[in-house]
Antibody
Framework: QVHLVESGGGVVQPGKSLRLSCAAS????????MHWVRQAPGKGLEWVAV????????NYGDSVKGRFTISRDNSKNTLYLDMTSLRGEDTAVYYC????????????????????WGQGSLVAVSS | DIVMTQSPDSLAVSLGERATINCKSS????????????LAWYQQKPGQPPKLLIY???TRESGVPDRFSGSGSGTEFTLTISSLQAEDVAVYYC?????????FGGGTKVEIK
């Protein structure tokens, strides 16, 4: 059974940094791309970032590019999101999500849609 | 960026009746390698994370009831709930995965009339 558990959220002042973690279990973590998706209070979903199965490739949404860094430790089955220069508009529930990707005989590929989600971690940026 | 536009913003449907949600993309999301549309639908109930219902525009995720169906191609897509049940009250989102940045529609809230 797939489980994704986010942690590290909280209240942080504008301009400060925060690291989110997502502990994964129940599947072969090192075979799948992983994403962060966020949802501001009462609003819709916004894709934040993706990382390939081996960490060699990353991609970011325009609103976080240059400020956020996605990474993973496959030995710990853990996904991370390092957030710097935080702004009020970054206030949201942050979900980690597993990509519904696939593997060939030589490599694995992410598709860009999400078959499992964590329960989310709230980040509130406020002075 | 590909802009996803959903309609309506909300709808109220009687139990057992059909609910139809529309999603339009600002450009085609057709994936030429497999001739499928890179379009997914999610259901989000209050206080819960989203749940994948449909991918490749019309492929139902395992375990999703068959009253949920997806259709469409190119830039126009539809999610249909053939016979609305009480447990289907939720917000529904479409999402394109043709190009990064991955983008979602604004959501459609489905309620019981």
């Amino acid at each position: 059974q797939v489980h994704l558990v986010e942690s590290g959220g909280g209240v942080v002042q504008p301009g400060k940094s925060l690291r989110l973690s997502c502990a994964a279990s129940g599947f072969r973590f090192n075979n799948f791309g992983m994403h962060w998706v966020r949802q501001a209070p009462g609003k819709g979903l916004e894709w934040v970032a993706v990382i390939s199965y081996d960490g060699s490739n990353t991609n970011y949404g325009d609103s976080v590019k240059g400020r956020f860094t996605i990474s993973r430790d496959n030995s710990k089955n853990t996904l991370y999101l390092d957030m710097t220069s935080l702004r009020g508009e970054d206030t949201a529930v942050y979900y980690c999500a597993k990509d519904r990707g696939y593997c060939s005989s030589t490599s694995c590929f992410w598709r860009g849609h999400f078959d499992y989600w964590g329960q989310g971690s709230l980040v509130a940026v406020s002075s | 960026d590909i802009v996803m536009t959903q309609s309506p913003d909300s709808l109220a449907v009687s139990l057992g009746e059909r609910a139809t949600i529309n999603c339009k993309s600002s450009q085609s999301v057709l994936y030429s390698s497999n001739n499928k549309n890179s379009l997914a639908w999610y259901q989000q109930k209050p206080g819960q994370p989203p749940k994948l219902l449909i991918y490749w525009a019309s492929t139902r995720e395992s375990g999703v009831p068959d009253r949920f169906s997806g259709s469409g191609s190119g830039t126009e897509f539809t999610l249909t709930i053939s016979s609305l049940q009480a447990e289907d009250v939720a917000v529904y989102y479409c999402q394109q995965y043709s190009k990064t940045p991955l983008t979602f529609g604004g959501g459609t809230k489905v309620e019981i009339k």
